[in-house]
């Protein structure tokens, strides 16, 4: 059964998140990380995203985006599946590298907003991967964000 069409979603800040399917790592290098970066940075200047915050961790990632032509669906959908074909050639795998449609929560108070860049910020080491924010290479948001 086909999935349904996600609605459009209105101009606004979004916390959004994607994860390897059935929690599967998909950075496994920092080649990996690198390579998501610069999709993620052409993206943005493709639909004119504001990038607020980031966070790559091995099995997922949060973005903290500001979509103002309600090209949310469309960036995310390039940016998921451009580093899903790059992905699966550089494994020689096949199959899904995602495991669903991205999620995406609307942010809608400046209250939130701070919430949702503490939390970004804080996501590598939450998970113990390092043990300042600043250690972690592949987030941005507290301090400068490309």
């Known amino acids: 059964m086909p999935r ?12 959004v998140t994607a994860r ?3 929690r599967n790592t998909i950075f496994r290098d920092d080649l990996d990380y690198a390579d998501f ?14 990038l607020h915050a980031y966070c790559l961790v091995p099995n997922h990632y949060h973005l ?3 979509a103002k032509q309600r090209n949310l669906s469309i960036g995310m959908q390039r ?4 580093y899903a074909q790059r992905f ?3 494994y020689d795998r096949v199959g899904h590298v995602f495991q669903n449609r991205f999620g995406s929560y609307v942010i809608e108070t400046e209250e939130h907003f701070a919430r949702a860049l503490a939390y970004v910020a804080a996501n590598p080491v939450e998970a113990g991967l390092c043990k300042r924010i600043e250690d972690w290479p592949w ?6 964000c490309p």
């Open 20 to 22: 390897g399917v059935a």
């Open 4 to 15: 349904l069409a996600r609605n459009k979603l209105p101009d606004g800040i979004f916390h």
């Open 139 to 144: 987030g941005a948001g507290l301090r400068d």
């Open 37 to 50: 970066k610069r999709h993620l940075l052409r993206v943005r200047e493709a639909y004119g995203w504001t």
């Open 64 to 66: 903290i985006v500001e």
């Open 88 to 90: 699966n050639q550089r």
């Open 79 to 82: 940016l998921n599946g451009r």
